[in-house]
């Protein structure tokens, strides 16, 4: 007969090691709980630890291969935070693929598209944006800490990739935006449906 618990046969160190482990993961999970709801403040602690690895990356005047990697970490979330969920481009792929198959005859719509209310459903919520960049921050304020990763680099050329990076990318996804009519942004108006004119 087998033991139910597959940590009942590990020796007492491994065990304790492994219950406090457990504990803290709770206690972690508890605070991170606590501060979901308090959005304003996580993004302004968030950009506290920022502004403190800016000042050390500046008046160390090294770690510009770190501060690089983090800026690229960022704006890769920032896109993700940026795009819907499901991809329109990949539903109107399908859609045509879909046409072609059957023999190059469109189905009858059966609604119109303008009177659908899809929400827009983010690819990375803000929440686990805030969380991914926070801890992203913490990891790049530690690793300008060690000497080991301040690798001399002529920064202005990491700079100067870096926007045109983010402008192209930033160009693209606008553009996407654009060609499929979403706006990832709702700036607290209501939605406005086609009732009275």
């Not at 919520?125 to 690793?143: D, G, H």
């Not at 990763?149 to 926007?163: E, N, R, T």
């Amino acid at each position: 007969m087998m033991d139910s618990d597959p940590d009942a046969n590990l020796p007492p160190l491994i065990q304790q090691v492994q219950d406090q482990y457990r504990k803290y993961t709770r206690v972690y999970q508890h605070y991170l709980d606590r501060t979901t709801p308090h959005v304003m403040q996580r993004w302004l602690a968030t950009g506290g630890i920022f502004a403190l690895f800016m000042l050390r990356v500046i008046f160390a005047q090294g770690w510009y291969i770190v501060c690089y990697a983090h800026a690229i970490y960022m704006l890769n979330l920032l896109l993700a935070f940026l795009q819907p969920r499901f991809d329109p481009s990949l539903e109107a792929d399908l859609m045509d693929d879909e046409i072609e198959a059957g023999g190059g005859e469109t189905p009858l719509p059966t609604s119109a598209k303008d009177d659908e209310f899809r929400p827009f459903v983010r690819r990375l919520p803000e929440w686990s944006f805030w969380l991914s960049a926070t801890r992203a921050t913490v990891l790049a304020l530690l690793a300008s800490l060690f000497s080991v990763f301040d690798v001399p680099v002529f920064w202005p050329i990491l700079v100067v990739y870096f926007f045109v990076l983010f402008t192209l990318t930033m160009r693209r996804q606008i553009q996407h935006m654009i060609k499929y009519k979403y706006i990832p942004f709702d700036f607290g108006r209501k939605a406005r449906y086609g009732g009275k004119k």
